[in-house]
């Protein structure tokens, strides 16, 4: 059973920084393609980034330049450095796997994905 919990949220300023974590078991790094979204209040869940097996990386157009997703070495923590945060960038943020997609595959549609955290909210004020 893959488990996913997020923490490392909070609340920031305008240009400030926040780094998230989410902690996952029950997998096997090779065959997952992680990624972080993020759901604010009224809008759509929308893909922020994703990691593939092959250790390659992608990113919304609005996160370009200012988040870095990573992993630990032991790739049991996923990462998601976020830096000059705007207010627009307020939401619940989640952690998810996806399994089944192949080596490589790699995606920032929400719905491919099967395992999801509980959620983290960041607040960026003005």
């Known amino acids: 059973q893959v488990q996913l919990v997020e923490s490392g949220g909070g609340s920031v300023q305008a240009g400030g920084s926040l780094r998230l974590s989410c902690v996952v078991s029950?997998?096997?790094?090779?065959?997952?393609?992680m990624g972080w979204f993020r759901q604010a209040p009224g809008k759509e869940r929308e893909g922020v980034a994703f990691?593939?097996?092959?250790?390659?990386?992608g990113y919304a157009d609005s996160v370009k330049g200012r988040f870095t997703i990573s992993h630990d070495g032991t790739k049991s923590i996923l990462y998601l450095q976020m830096n000059s945060l705007k207010p627009e960038d307020t939401a619940m943020y989640y952690c998810?796997?996806?399994?089944?997609?192949?080596?490589?595959?790699?995606?920032?549609?929400?719905?491919?994905?099967?395992?999801w955290g509980q959620g983290t909210q960041v607040t960026v004020s003005s």
């Open positions: 990691l593939d097996s092959d250790g390659s990386t």
């Open positions: 029950g997998y096997y790094y090779d065959n997952y393609c």
């Open positions: 998810a796997a996806l399994h089944g997609g192949g080596s490589g595959y790699q995606t920032l549609e929400w719905y491919e994905y099967n395992y």
